[in-house]
């Protein structure tokens, strides 16, 4: 056999500047002994600490992990001071992740986002890991479900199942709320850690593009004919940007609360991807086949709320912009592409590091990656465009 | 007699199931989920223990397929020719242990991919996405059927 096919070169393009952090550290990271999942008493003492230097006199109580999710640690508790009971959520990281990010950067958006969409209140952030062993951040916990609790309706597939009533009652809000996230004007509000891919026309898918090229070259990612001509095409057809927009990175049902019985959106969730960027890689994940339901009659709803044709004209409609069916289909490729590099090598590197908690929810995870592998041959069968 | 890795994997299963499971505390909610996930897990690996060898089989034989029909037809400059071959001797050397072979000719793929893109031929370049993609949607299918009992693939709802 010839090694030399097998070894990876080290390339170093170009991205944000956090991005490259990222990765640095994941890459430098490798070589540490296991990441064991913090004990409930442990967390209680590393809180008590932190409190006791933060907020003198205040107790801490209530502590609980918090189930699901595949990527942070995260853990409820109280805080009680001066008679007053307030409750928090513990977000942090493991030490490699599935989707390995900056707490400060959630941090900081989330905290801008505050009065223009519904997100938690950030309250504390530990990005060096001076107080916690890990990166952390504390958010004001906010009530709501991410599922309805007869979600078990819905056999197959990641996306969540909502059914007829709560989609008419979310559909709007939903579409409302991402139009509102990509109206932020990133210009006369920069935000710190932020850059703007303006240096020429293709920066922006260029950034996207290079970054998780990478992450999928230090995880190791395992070659198959549909990624390597995937990722080529991708490099090869890099659009425009049509737009730059704060872009949400994970937007999709699944990633919001809501209360049950109004339908009403509490807050929305998981900004760890967020960016800026061209509005279309958005649209591109939202419409993902694999976040949202088939009926019976096999008509799809990306994330269980709209039609595809639907969501881009009200997208057109609500926004003011233009969605580019080349450019939507660019980042339809990349949303699944990029799937396949968070479950097939992200989440796989983690693993077998032993550098999370959840070892044994990644490599199940892992069995996702035909799926994304399908679209790929199903998306580029198409051609250069829709 | 010695026990078979059936009746070993049952035997773990039936212990997480029946007496680690309900010994858990209610609130130990990682613990769980985790051992749920480890129970899953090793169902489906018994279910498929013994077809192993065959996919992986299988999975080696359709890209080393999918590699000679792509070095055969892609034409070009010095650097698809280069790939080319490279990928003309991964797929007649001895397979050896399955896995590293796999591994080995998908690379040997990706660096074709690549090379074509820089310097293939026009012919090279029309028939590249045709083989591959022709190739895949039969073996994506397969890998779909095989992590089926995970329960996330759509491809009976999408149906």
């Known amino acids: 056999m010839n090694t030399a096919l097998i070894e990876r070169p080290l390339v170093q393009n170009e991205m944000e500047t956090v991005h490259r952090k990222i990765i640095d550290r994941r890459r430098n990271n490798r070589g540490l002994p296991p990441y064991r999942a913090a004990l409930t008493e442990e967390i209680v003492e590393i809180l008590s600490a932190f409190f006791a230097k933060e907020r003198p006199g205040a107790r801490v109580s209530g502590v609980r992990r918090v189930g699901g999710g595949a990527s942070k640690e995260q853990f409820f508790f109280t805080l009680s001071d001066g008679g007053k009971e307030e409750q928090f959520l513990l977000r942090m990281d493991p030490r490699s992740a599935i989707t390995e990010t900056d707490r400060e950067r959630e941090f900081v958006l989330i905290d801008a986002m505050q009065g223009r969409v519904p997100v938690p209140e950030p309250v504390w952030i530990d990005n060096d890991a001076v107080h916690f062993p890990q990166a952390a951040a504390i958010m004001r916990v906010v009530s709501g479900v991410t599922k309805p609790s007869d979600a078990g309706v819905k056999v197959s597939g990641l996306g969540t199942w909502l059914g007829p009533e709560l989609r008419e009652k979310i559909k709007d809000q939903f579409l409302d709320y991402l139009v509102e996230i990509h109206s932020y004007d990133w210009r006369a509000n920069p935000l710190p850690g932020f850059e703007v891919p303006d240096a020429d026309a293709k920066q922006a898918a260029r950034w996207n593009f290079n970054y998780w090229r990478e992450l999928w070259e230090v995880d190791e990612g395992e070659p198959r004919p549909v990624m390597s001509l995937a990722t080529q095409w991708m490099a090869d057809n890099m659009p425009d940007t049509a737009g730059l927009v704060m872009l949400h990175g994970d937007y999709r049902t699944g990633n919001y609360l809501f209360d049950e019985a109004s339908g009403k959106i509490t807050a929305l969730l998981d900004w760890e991807l967020a960016r800026i960027g061209d509005y279309h890689e958005d649209l591109g994940w939202v419409l993902m086949e694999i976040f949202g339901s088939f009926d019976s009659d096999g008509t799809f709803r990306a994330s269980d709320l709209f039609e595809r044709e639907e969501f881009i004209a009200e997208y057109e409609r609500r926004s003011g912009r233009t969605v580019n069916r080349e450019t939507l289909h660019y980042y339809d490729v990349a949303s699944s592409w990029k799937c396949n590099i968070i479950v097939a090598a992200n989440g796989l590197a983690a693993a077998r590091s032993q550098h999370n908690h959840q070892d044994v929810l990644l490599t199940f995870l892992g069995a996702a990656a035909p799926m994304f592998a399908n679209d790929l041959v199903r998306l580029l069968s198409k051609g250069a465009e829709a | ?159």
């Open chain 2, 1 to 159: 007699m010695t026990p078979t890795t059936d009746e070993r994997l049952a035997s773990v299963i039936r212990s997480l199931t029946e007496v680690v499971m309900p010994h858990l505390p209610a609130d130990a909610s990682l613990a769980q989920e985790q051992v749920q996930l480890a129970i899953g897990h090793l169902q489906i690996l018994r279910l498929q223990f013994d077809s192993v060898h065959g996919f992986e089989a299988e999975e080696l034989a359709d890209t080393r397929a999918l590699a000679a029909e792509l070095a055969e037809a892609m034409t070009g400059g010095t650097s698809t020719i280069a790939a080319r071959e490279s990928l003309e001797d991964l797929v007649g050397a001895p397979a050896g242990e399955v896995r590293a072979a796999l591994s080995a000719v998908n690379r040997g793929v990706e660096l074709l991919v690549q090379a074509v893109s820089a310097d293939g031929s026009d012919d090279a370049r029309k028939k590249l996405p045709e083989i591959i993609l022709r190739h895949e949607s039969q073996r994506v299918e397969k890998d779909r059927r095989w992590f089926l009992p995970y329960g996330f693939d759509t491809m009976e709802a999408a149906a």
